[in-house]
């Protein structure tokens, strides 16, 4: 049982760039999210999915999108990456009333 | 729009002493909750405790306790008998029950633990 993982722990950018980040639970869980923390900063929520398939806009959503195809997959994608989004990004999933979260993935954008 | 207020950046607590993280809400719909996350220095964010906007009684986790009190509009962690291991920062949140899964963060509070 790995709960949360991500994929990459780590990439670096440029400018214009594209990416996808990758999330994977083995909980079952319906609920997943897309979170990014900047220093000194908490968790602002970008994207999150109720349900396979669908998918909702949080606090900060543009300049990202996110895809729900499978139910225990959450995938972040940047389609041209600028250096405001560098950060690190953290993938949750929950149950009820609590969330499970990845270890977060260091993306930085020169 | 909802909003988390925590007005105290940093804090230190001697070992086994008892110490109160502060937290305010702002949020006019009814129905809501309230979470306390923990983050090391290692950088994963673990849940503590959750609090329901209708919940009667304060909620408890262990050493964990929440101080919810609605009309004030906060929802303070307790941390009973501290240890070493209790440093970190630690986050207070909102979730609107009403509206899907809309989480909203504090800025965090950084505890440190002294010997």
């Known amino acids: 049982n790995a709960g949360v993982t991500q994929t990459p722990k780590f990439r670096v950018l440029k400018t214009g760039q594209s990416m996808t980040l990758l999330c994977a639970q083995d909980?079952?869980?319906?609920?997943m999210y897309w979170y990014r923390q900047d220093p000194g900063m908490g968790l602002r929520l970008i994207h999150y999915?109720?349900?396979?398939?669908?998918?909702a806009k949080g606090e900060v959503p543009d300049g990202y999108n996110v895809s729900r195809l499978k139910k225990q997959n959450f995938l972040l994608g940047l389609e041209s990456a600028a250096p405001s989004q560098t950060s690190v990004y953290f993938c949750?999933?929950?149950?009820?009333?609590?969330?499970?979260f990845g270890p977060g993935t260091r993306l930085t954008v020169l | 729009a909802q909003k988390i207020t925590q007005t105290q950046p940093g804090m230190f607590v001697q070992e086994k002493e008892a110490v109160t993280l502060d937290c305010t809400y702002d949020?006019?719909?009814?129905?809501?909750?309230l979470f306390w996350y923990k983050q090391p220095s290692s950088g994963e964010m673990i849940f503590l405790i959750y609090?329901?906007?209708?919940?009667?009684q304060n909620a408890t986790e262990g050493r964990y306790s929440l101080n919810f009190q609605k009309a004030r509009k906060s929802a303070n962690l307790v941390i009973s008998a501290s240890q070493l291991g209790d440093s970190a920062m630690y986050f207070c949140?909102?979730?609107?029950?009403?509206?899907?899964?809309?989480?909203?963060f504090g800025p965090g509070t950084r505890l440190s633990v002294l010997p």
């Open positions: 609090q329901g906007s209708y919940d009667q």
């Open positions: 949020t006019s719909d009814p129905s809501y909750g």
């Open positions: 949750a999933s929950s149950f009820l009333n609590e969330q499970f």
């Open positions: 949140a909102m979730r609107d029950e009403n509206y899907g899964q809309n989480f909203v």
């Open positions: 999915s109720v349900g396979e398939g669908t998918t």
């Open positions: 909980m079952n869980h319906e609920y």
